[in-house]
């Protein structure tokens, strides 16, 4: 069974930086793409970036420039550097490992808060 664990999340203000982390952990052979979504009240749950194990990335363009995603592969470890918030960014954030070869579903994580007071 494979868990992932977020941290990182939390108030601050317009114009602050967070960084998240996520931790996978359980029976892992490998991970491809490692992600972070996020969902704000009302909305549907976004794709926020992605990574590949060899280091490409993928963002929205909401967050281009702003947000920075990697990865330690050695500690099945994802994070995402978040500068520049702004209140539209708050939401709750996933972490995701996505449905592939050897992953025969969708992973996620339980979710971290980040707010953004304007």
């Known amino acids: 069974q494979v868990q992932l664990v977020e941290s990182g999340g939390g108030l601050v203000q317009a114009g602050g930086s967070l960084r998240l982390s996520c931790v996978a952990s359980?029976?892992?052979?490998?991970?491809?793409?490692m992600g972070w979504y996020r969902q704000a009240p009302g909305a549907q749950r976004e794709l926020v970036a992605d990574?590949?194990?060899?280091?490409?990335?993928n963002y929205a363009d909401s967050v281009k420039g702003r947000f920075t995603i990697s990865r330690d592969n050695a500690k099945n470890t994802v994070y995402l550097q978040m500068n520049s918030l702004k209140p539209e960014d708050t939401a709750v954030y996933y972490c995701?490992?996505?449905?592939?070869?050897?992953?025969?579903?969708?992973?996620w994580g339980q979710g971290t808060q980040v707010t953004v007071s304007s």
């Open positions: 995701n490992i996505p449905k592939g070869i050897g992953w025969p579903r969708n992973y």
């Open positions: 359980g029976t892992i052979f490998s991970i491809n793409v």
């Open positions: 990574i590949t194990s060899s280091g490409l990335s």
